[in-house]
C-alpha cells in the first residue's frame, strides 16, 4: 500500500485523521481539497509533505496563486515547499513534464527510505535491539517505507529488534494511532508510552537507541522534529543513549544556518484544551501549541540519510 500516489488524474492518500479505526483512501482532485487534507494531517510527515507538494503543483496546472497556497500551508517541513518547487521548475514545459518530475519525487522517496533503513540498521550495534521513538516516521509519513521506522523496520526484518517504545505524541497522538498501527502490521514488537514517560524509561535503563525523524535540519545540524523530540534528546544525552536523526537529504535545508530560523508551526488552542473532540480544560483556557522542537545539534548522535551518516 503507497500513503500518497498518483492514480488516474489524481492524488489518492490514506486519510490519517481516521485511522486506527478505518484505513479509507482519500482521492483529490483540487489543490484546494489538497491544502485541506494538508492542514488537517489527513496526509502529513515531512517525505509524504515532499510528494504531496510535487503532486499538487500538477493539480493546480499553472495557477500560480493556487501554488503559493500549497506551498504554504504548513511551514515546518522543508519537504512540502522542496517538492512544490521541483515540481513548478518544469512548468513552462508543459503538464507532463511536472507530472514525470513530481512522480520522480515519488519514485525517490521510495529509494531513499530503503537506503535509510539499511544504513541506519548497519549503523546501530548489538543484536536484540530496543528502541525508542516519537510521532510517526513510519510508511505512513513518507510513501512505502518511512525514516526512522524504516530503520525499525529493517532491524526487525533482521530479526535484531527486541522492542520498540513509542511515544503516544500528544496532541494528535500520531505515536498512538500510527506508529503502533504500523508496527502491529509488520509483526514488531511494541509498546505505547505517555510521552512524559520517555526521558525516566531512557534514565532507568535498557534502551538502546532513540530514533526519530525530522521536518527540517538546518546547516548546522540543528534539528526539527514533532514536538517532545529535544526532551528526548535531553533525556537520552543524560542517560548515554544513542540519539540519532534518520532523514532523507532532501530534508536538509542549507538555505537555514541554525534551528532558531526555522519557523515552528502553532497549531492553535483547539488541539490542547481537547481530545479527539471532547474538551478536558475548562471553558475559556488558553493555550500554547508547537507541533515541533529544535533539539540543538551537539545533543545529536548522528543524522542518518539516503546517502550518509553526519555527525553534527
Ligand atoms: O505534524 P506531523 O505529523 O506532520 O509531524 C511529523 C513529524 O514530526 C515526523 O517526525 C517528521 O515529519 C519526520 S516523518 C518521516
Not at 90 to 114: P, W
Not at 173 to 186: F, K, S
Not at 190 to 217: M, N, Q, W
Request: charged share 25%; glycine share 10%; net charge negative.
Amino acid at each position: 500500500m503507497r500513503t500518497i500516489d498518483w492514480v488516474d488524474g489524481a492524488v489518492e492518500l490514506v486519510d490519517q485523521t481516521r485511522l486506527p479505526d478505518e484505513c479509507v483512501m482519500l482521492r483529490i482532485e483540487t489543490v484546494a481539497d489538497l491544502i485541506d487534507a494538508i492542514r488537517r494531517l489527513a496526509v502529513r510527515g515531512a517525505p509524504a509533505l515532499g510528494v504531496a507538494g510535487a503532486l499538487g503543483v500538477v493539480l493546480a496546472a499553472g495557477d500560480q496563486d493556487a501554488i503559493a497556497r500549497l506551498r504554504a500551508a504548513r511551514p515546518t517541513a522543508v519537504n512540502l515547499g522542496w517538492g512544490v518547487d521541483q515540481a513548478a521548475a518544469h512548468l513552462s514545459q508543459g503538464q507532463q513534464a511536472v507530472l514525470k518530475a513530481a512522480l520522480r519525487i515519488r519514485d525517490d522517496d521510495i529509494a531513499a527510505c530503503e537506503a535509510m533503513g539499511k544504513r541506519g540498521a548497519d549503523l546501530l550495534e548489538g543484536d536484540r535491539l530496543r528502541i525508542m521513538t516519537v510521532c510517526n516516521t513510519g510508511g505512513l509519513a513518507a510513501v512505502e517505507r518511512g525514516t526512522a521506522l524504516g530503520v525499525v523496520q529493517t532491524l526487525h526484518e533482521r530479526g535484531r529488534l527486541a522492542e520498540v517504545l513509542a511515544l503516544e505524541t500528544r496532541p494528535l497522538l500520531q505515536g498512538a494511532r500510527l506508529t503502533t498501527w504500523e508496527l502491529a502490521r509488520m509483526g514488531a514488537p511494541h509498546r505505547l508510552i505517555a510521552d512524559s514517560a520517555g526521558p525516566y524509561l531512557l534514565a532507568k535503563g535498557g534502551i538502546d537507541a532513540v530514533l526519530i525523524g525530522a521536518d527540517r535540519i538546518a546547516a548546522n545540524g540543528d534539528t526539527a522534529n514533532k514536538i517532545g523530540s529535544y526532551a528526548l534528546a535531553l533525556g537520552a544525552e543524560r542517560a548515554g543513549v544513542p540519539f540519532i536523526v534518520v532523514a532523507p537529504e532532501t530534508t536538509i535545508d542549507q538555505a537555514t544556518p541554525s534551528g532558531e530560523h526555522i519557523e515552528i508551526e502553532d497549531r492553535g488552542a483547539d488541539e490542547i484544551v481537547t481530545i479527539r473532540g471532547r474538551r478536558v480544560a475548562p471553558e475559556g483556557t488558553r493555550a500554547v501549541n508547537p507541533a515541533f522542537d529544535v533539539t540543538p545539534h551537539d545533543l545529536i548522535t548522528a543524522i542518518v540519510t539516503d546517502k550518509r551518516v553526519i555527525r553534527p
